[in-house]
């Protein structure tokens, strides 16, 4: 399979744990985006890598957040210290960084806090 | 065929029906359109995009039209199919890379045989 890959698919937690989930993008890929989706609602970008450059991060990405792309391929989206509100699908995205700049989503996390 | 004027939170078709799902987007400086089609417990699947200098663009089965004017997009199936039911997603970006996709409010397509 040549598509963006992502683990665990589900995860349960408890509330303040902290979680990693992975990201394998397309092999060619430079770019890799992060985003949050919860039920009823379009996905909302949360941050972004060109190789392993962190170049952009929403207002949504609180400090309990952190994203690393150490080597330009694979990315890790941790969360520390979990809340219920943060139980959502979490969906990677990959992209040549060419414009026009189609991105291509992974199956996603799905997050539930408890 | 079915088609709504405005966004719709859901919209049902019959097998083999033409579907047109609309999309408002908010940003009179983006360039670039993305739809998406998902499927429950899945990530978004591309399906068409279109640039700003382009008012339509066809794929199989698929036709997406952009109206700048009225900053409107959207997405024509043809014969539509018990496949085809999931949410579809507009999808705009500024400079068309590098930048975040905003997606507008999904709309569920629901095809009965």
């Known amino acids: 399979d040549t598509g963006v890959s992502q683990n665990p698919r589900h995860k349960i937690t408890k509330r303040g744990q902290n979680v990693t989930f992975r990201c394998d993008p397309i092999s060619e890929h430079n770019r890799l985006y992060w985003y949050r989706q919860t039920l009823g609602q379009g996905p909302e970008f949360l941050t972004y890598f060109q190789n392993e450059a962190q170049l952009e991060k929403s207002r949504l990405l609180s400090d309990r957040f952190s994203a690393e792309r150490p080597k330009g391929s694979f990315s890790t989206l941790e969360i520390q210290r979990t809340e219920q509100g943060d139980s959502a699908m979490y969906l990677c995205?990959?992209?040549?960084?060419?414009?026009?700049?189609?991105?291509?989503f992974g199956p996603g996390t799905r997050l539930l806090v408890l | 065929g079915e088609s709504v004027g405005l966004h719709l939170p859901t919209l049902s078709v019959q097998e083999g029906d033409n579907s047109i799902i609309n999309c408002a987007y908010s940003n009179s400086a983006s360039d670039y359109f993305i739809w998406y089609k998902q499927e429950s417990g899945k990530g978004p699947q591309f399906i068409i995009d279109?640039?700003?200098?382009?008012d339509k663009r066809q794929g199989q089965r698929v036709t997406v039209l952009l109206n700048k004017t009225v900053k409107h997009l959207s997405l024509q199936i043809a014969a539509t199919q018990p496949g085809d039911s999931a949410v579809y997603f507009c999808a705009e970006s500024v400079n068309q890379a590098g930048t975040a996709l905003i997606f507008g409010k999904g709309t569920t397509l629901s095809v009965s045989s």
């Open positions: 279109i640039r700003s200098n382009m």
């Open positions: 995205a990959s992209s040549w960084g060419l414009a026009p700049e189609t991105q291509y």
